[in-house]
């Protein structure tokens, strides 16, 4: 069950609802999900952080991120949960459908 103060989920949570979201991993060293973004140019990729942006200011949750040209990194976590809570989960489904417009061919990382 997901903690009942930070709301970080448990491990077979966080396993469960990776499964929904199958382009995103476990970070390496520390509680967060990640996923690398391809995009046609930077103007896709700049598109799509604009509408993450405004999304994450919404949501008052914001993503960690590193765009080179048409490609962006991102990794998330709830710092006040010190892991990933349903937040997390919620801005990764919305990040993979606001990454369908501009977006190239599967990513060759
Ligand atoms: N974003 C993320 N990803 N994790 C947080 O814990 C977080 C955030 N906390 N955005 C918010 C803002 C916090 O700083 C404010 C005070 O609620």
């Not at 489904?93 to 977006?103: F, H, N, P, S």
Request: with cysteine.
């Amino acid at each position: 069950m997901a903690n009942t103060t930070t709301g970080k989920l448990a491990i077979e949570e966080l396993k469960q609802a990776l499964k929904r979201l199958p382009d995103w991993q476990l970070a390496g060293g520390r509680e967060a999900i990640t996923r690398k973004f391809q995009f046609v140019d930077f103007d896709a990729a700049f598109a799509f952080m604009t509408r993450c942006a405004l999304l994450a200011a919404k949501m008052d949750h914001h993503p960690e991120w590193f765009n080179v040209y048409n490609k962006v990194e991102v990794t998330l976590a709830t710092h006040d949960a010190g892991g990933v809570t349903q937040k997390d989960i919620d801005l990764a489904a919305a990040m993979d459908g606001y990454a369908i417009v501009g977006r190239d061919v599967t990513p060759r990382f």
